[in-house]
């Protein structure tokens, strides 16, 4: 009875555990502003705006959502949140606003980038490279 | 000795008073009429102006080794200079080609105000120097090609702060002997994704000159003219090999040029150079006027350049 009770303790203990860890891993909902969510890229996918966007995705993005976009730059150990993993269906589901938006806003351990990058032509040039990513 | 402030050095060397009232009064009406006339067109024009696009990130930052870029960091940037410039390898393993010997140490931030305007403060190893800079971008090169080139000045004001009670050498008669000057007119193209090209005239005043022997030689004012030819070459997104050559133009104190090459590391908030050259000054004014320093002899030193930038 005793050893069944500090089983049933011990296996309670290590679901508890478990649940804090997978809670911290899944990101939370990151709404975006219907106007901001349906703004157009005005920058068409070419040659020239993949090449851009590629470049400023090496400077800025690659450290910590890795060289593909998985999420598994040198720098996300580091972080509190799992970098976005950009190659899946579910982001890449977003529009590019959203993606422009989140880009530009950032959130929590994903830096702002509109002062770095105050070039709105910029931005749109990442999120047609980002396209690329996907799987 | 108390160093003047430089609030005093403008107001002694910058008389408004040369500017008659007549003659303002006939500019100040003359930019009301222009401006009046701009507003006019405006009204009149009803096709929205076309929005010129730029070309971006001709060079990485605002230093090419020892010379300034044609470019600035974005508008509201703050930005970390650390400069370092060690020995001439000749001596070889005994002062592991001159690593063991930091010759100069540079110092510095700055703050772009405006997307075409920064100013600039640095302290400086040798001779204890302080700088005060500005840097205008004056013409952006245009992607449709209708502005072939950049254009920007760059300028500073250096005081060596020095007083006889210190340094027995240095024995400014008076305040002004401290200052030096510099002023840059820097042509630039980036001539594609990967090259982009410079070359820079400039004009450093000095208001005393140190001799072979470390005295200030006071009473001896002089104007050294010089250019310089730099470029960057990317081989990968975030490496570029970047050199320069700076040719004194002016030769009476017998200034040598420089040779200087190396790597530049770019990340998205840091700037590393990692380079060898002769120039051991930092300051434009003192490589271009003092440098012995001979690639014919082979007389090279290692230095490098982190810059850090934040967007607040």
């Not at chain 2, 007549?22 to 401006?35: F, H, P, Q, V």
């Not at chain 2, 540079?106 to 204890?128: C, E």
Request: glycine letters at 6%.
């Amino acid at each position: 009875m005793k050893s069944k009770l500090i089983l049933s303790v011990s296996v309670l203990a290590v679901c508890l555990i478990g649940t804090a860890f997978i809670i911290e891993q899944q990101p939370k909902p990151w709404p975006v502003p219907d106007a901001a969510a349906k703004a157009v890229n005005p920058v068409k996918s070419n040659a020239a705006s993949i090449a851009a966007g590629k470049d400023l995705w090496n400077t800025n993005c690659a450290s910590c959502h890795g060289k593909k976009g998985l999420g598994d730059g040198t720098k996300a150990a580091q972080l509190k949140t799992q970098p976005a993993d950009l190659s899946t269906a579910t982001f890449q589901s977003q529009s590019d606003g959203s993606i422009f938006y989140k880009i530009s806003e950032g959130r929590g351990d994903m830096p702002s980038f509109k002062k770095k990058l105050p070039d709105a032509e910029d931005i749109w040039d990442l999120v047609v490279f980002f396209r690329t990513l996907k799987k | 000795m108390q160093i003047e402030p430089i609030f005093n050095f403008y107001t002694k060397y910058v008389n408004m008073e040369f500017l008659p009232i007549k003659t303002l009064r006939i500019l100040g009406l003359l930019l009301l009429t222009l401006s009046t006339n701009q507003l006019n067109l405006r009204a009149q024009d009803s096709v929205a102006p076309v929005k010129k696009s730029y070309v971006k990130n001709t060079f990485e930052g605002n230093y090419i080794i020892d010379d300034q870029s044609v470019v600035l960091p974005v508008q509201h940037s703050l930005e970390a200079d650390i400069q370092h410039r060690f020995g001439i390898m000749n001596n070889g393993i005994h002062d592991f080609f001159g690593l063991y010997n930091v010759t100069n140490v540079r110092l510095a931030v700055s703050y772009t105000f405006t997307k075409d305007f920064q100013l600039g403060i640095g302290l400086i190893g040798d001779r204890m120097q302080t700088d005060l800079n500005a840097k205008f971008a004056l013409v952006r090169q245009t992607k449709d090609g209708s502005m072939p080139v950049s254009i920007t000045f760059f300028g500073n004001v250096v005081v060596d702060p020095r007083d006889s009670i210190y340094d027995n050498n240095a024995t400014f008669r008076k305040t002004s002997d401290h200052f030096s000057y510099f002023a840059q007119l820097i042509f630039a193209r980036k001539i594609s994704e990967n090259l982009s090209l410079q070359v820079s005239p400039s004009w450093s005043h000095f208001n005393s000159v140190v001799g072979s022997d470390g005295t200030i030689v006071t009473g001896t004012q002089y104007d050294h003219f010089a250019i310089s030819f730099s470029g960057r070459y990317k081989i990968t997104s975030k490496t570029s090999i970047i050199a320069n050559y700076d040719l004194p133009i002016s030769t009476a104190y017998g200034a040598l040029p420089n040779i200087s090459a190396g790597f530049e590391f770019k990340t998205s908030g840091h700037d590393f150079q990692l380079f060898v050259g002769n120039y051991g000054y930092i300051l434009p004014q003192n490589n271009s006027f003092y440098n012995q320093n001979d690639f014919n002899k082979s007389q090279f030193l290692l230095g490098f350049n982190i810059t850090r930038l934040w967007n607040p």
